[in-house]
């Protein structure tokens, strides 16, 4: 497994822009597929984005595209989540999640490590 440690949460006013980091550390970080999922109080946790090993691929949620943006940095082992526009349905505990391949999974199941999570808090 890969240790995964999120950073970059808070509390924000609606319409305004928040970068999630996820430091990554245990194996190749590059041959790990990761994504970002999000957990609302009373709901399941959901697929928000995932970026492939290279970085020459990512994905989004059709409720994030055009605000959110998922970049990674393999020299630093880190993925981010720039989150533009929010709104107060953006807000729960954000997870960073790793999977032992260069390909996105938007499974929980299929990626087998995770972070702590980072709460986001959007205002209205």
């Known amino acids: 497994q890969v240790q995964l440690v999120e950073s970059g949460g808070g509390l924000v006013q609606a319409g305004g822009s928040l970068r999630l980091s996820c430091a990554a550390s245990?194996?190749?970080?590059?041959?790990?597929?990761m994504a970002w999922f999000r957990q609302a109080p009373g709901k399941e946790r959901e697929f928000v984005a995932g970026?492939?090993?290279?970085?020459?691929?990512?994905y989004y949620a059709d409720f994030v595209k055009g605000r959110f943006a998922i970049s990674r940095d393999n020299a630093k082992n880190t993925v981010y989540l720039q989150m533009n526009s929010l709104k107060p349905e953006d807000t729960a505990v954000y997870y960073c999640?790793?999977?032992?391949?260069?390909?996105?999974?938007?499974?929980?199941?299929?990626?087998?490590?995770w972070g702590q999570g980072t709460q986001v808090t959007v205002s209205s």
């Open positions: 999640a790793a999977r032992q391949t260069r390909f996105v999974s938007s499974r929980e199941v299929d990626n087998d490590s």
């Open positions: 245990g194996r190749t970080f590059s041959s790990n597929a």
């Open positions: 970026i492939s090993g290279s970085g020459s691929n990512t």
